[in-house]
């Protein structure tokens, strides 16, 4: 197979003729002819943490940060017509990870009417997450036999991709209540713009027209939380302005404002750093926080403290 030139293999994989594991087939992707009409137009391709940079340049560096361990990727072809979609699944190493650059690339203002099982789609793309993997299904054109077959290689990998979405337990620490539909997001580093910070969740909460946020950053033990939490105490200070404590939430609390992201409610419970930013009415913001703290012991027990890059 070694010598057979790469265009006459990947022929033979397209016409469905040789289905031995030299035409590259991986366990995740789709194969023909799991869609009528379409078919590989080239073999599928994977790449590494060393490579990743060779197909998302300009990207590699932000999944490398949420654990990205590989890629595989292949393009289906509609032959005779003018139709492509890529197909990527990427393994992040942990469901955290996953989820984290899904959310990240998702943002927090997904109209609710485009949102699907797993993930959400627009127009030509479909994007998910499901256990340590997150997947897109991309087309440059939108017709409806093309947005039907993205549907169909969808509800494969949606079926087919090990694990489930329920694998980042701390998403569930945050309150219902209020709560904006799927806002959740995590960020690997530099949580609310602070290296010290580190990684950490955001959710995204309405009050009376205004939309704020509640944030939860695991730390590997109180000592270490307590550390940020006063590191962050000195920020808002030196920058903005202190507004007295607070205390009654968790060990211990402040109230901060900055020309940022307007006002802070912060607290320090276990090894967690949490809090508030953004919102107007402290009586609600205290109320989630309090909730927060509350459920954070259930849904503590197996969650990471941070996501797991290989080779770092």
């Not at 009417?113 to 997450?129: E, L, N, V």
């Not at 087919?160 to 980042?168: A, E, I, Y």
């Not at 960020?187 to 509640?214: D, I, P, T, W």
């Amino acid at each position: 197979m070694r010598d057979v030139p790469r265009r006459v293999l990947a022929a033979l994989c397209i016409g469905g003729l040789v289905v031995v594991w030299g035409c590259g087939r991986r366990p995740l992707l789709p194969t023909p002819p799991i869609i009528e009409g379409w078919q590989y137009s080239e073999l599928p391709e994977s790449y590494d943490r060393e490579t990743l940079y060779r197909y998302i340049n300009g990207k590699a560096r932000v999944y490398l940060d949420y654990g990205f361990v590989r890629l595989d990727h292949v393009q289906f072809a509609e032959p005779g017509v003018e139709r492509v979609i890529d197909v990527d699944v990427y393994d992040m190493g942990s469901p955290t990870g996953a989820f984290g650059i899904y959310s990240l690339e998702r943002g927090e203002n997904v109209p609710r009417h485009y949102r699907k099982r797993f993930g959400y789609m627009i127009d030509s793309a479909r994007f998910f997450w499901k256990g340590r993997h997150y997947v897109t299904i991309t087309s440059p054109q939108n017709s409806p036999d093309t947005i039907d077959a993205i549907k169909s290689l969808s509800l494969y990998l949606e079926a087919s991709v090990p694990g489930d979405t329920q694998g980042v337990p701390l998403l569930e620490a945050f309150p219902a209540e209020g709560k904006v539909y799927e806002s959740e997001q995590y960020f690997s580093v530099n949580l609310l713009g602070h290296e010290f910070m580190g990684g950490g969740f955001l959710a995204a909460y309405q009050e009376k027209g205004n939309r704020f946020k509640l944030f939860l950053s695991p730390k590997e033990s109180s000592d270490a939380a307590t550390r940020v939490f006063h590191q962050l105490r000195e920020s808002l200070s030196r920058y903005g302005e202190m507004l007295g404590g607070a205390g009654d939430i968790g060990q211990s609390g402040f109230l901060a404002k900055d020309s940022s992201v307007g006002t802070w409610f912060v607290s320090v419970s276990g090894r967690y750093v949490v809090g508030a930013v953004g919102f107007h009415e402290e009586e609600f913001a205290r109320k989630l926080l309090s909730l927060l703290c509350k459920n954070l012991p259930a849904s503590a027990m197996s969650a990471p403290a941070a996501v797991e890059r290989p080779g770092v």
